[in-house]
């Protein structure tokens, strides 16, 4: 699967923005998602995943109650609602597939990687 990142973008602290990232393939519905971030110096790190299904969700505990992800199987996209941004969340956010069931935090186990796409969050 290609996956495709896109609406990244410089904001204020306290707005909002929606990534979206489109998968190619029709395999597309049996992957878990999920989204990573990685801000200058340093690894990237774990932000949310969703299931195949959409029925299971996890989230980095330092975005829980502010990033909503979410997966539209028919439209192969999952989405990453972002509200009540930091500057500390600036940083080049990933999207990522998993061909195991299991939802996963951990970097090495994603299969897919897309391109990235560039957040930055003024104060």
């Known amino acids: 699967v290609q996956l495709q990142a896109s609406g990244g973008g410089l904001v204020q602290a306290g707005d909002s923005l929606r990534l979206s990232c489109a998968a190619s393939?029709?395999?597309?519905?049996?992957?878990?998602m999920g989204w990573f971030r990685q801000a200058p110096g340093k690894e990237r790190e774990f932000v949310a995943a969703i299931s195949w299904s959409g029925g299971s969700t996890s989230y980095a505990d330092s975005v829980k109650g502010r990033f909503t992800i979410s997966r539209d199987n028919a439209k192969n996209t999952v989405y990453l609602q972002m509200n009540s941004l930091k500057p500390e969340d600036t940083a080049v956010y990933y999207c990522?597939?998993?061909?195991?069931?299991?939802?996963?935090?951990?970097?090495?186990?994603?299969?897919?990687w897309g391109q990235g796409t560039q957040v930055t969050v003024s104060s």
């Open positions: 393939g029709r395999t597309f519905s049996s992957y878990v």
């Open positions: 990522g597939a998993d061909r195991t069931t299991v939802l996963t935090t951990t970097v090495s186990a994603y299969d897919h």
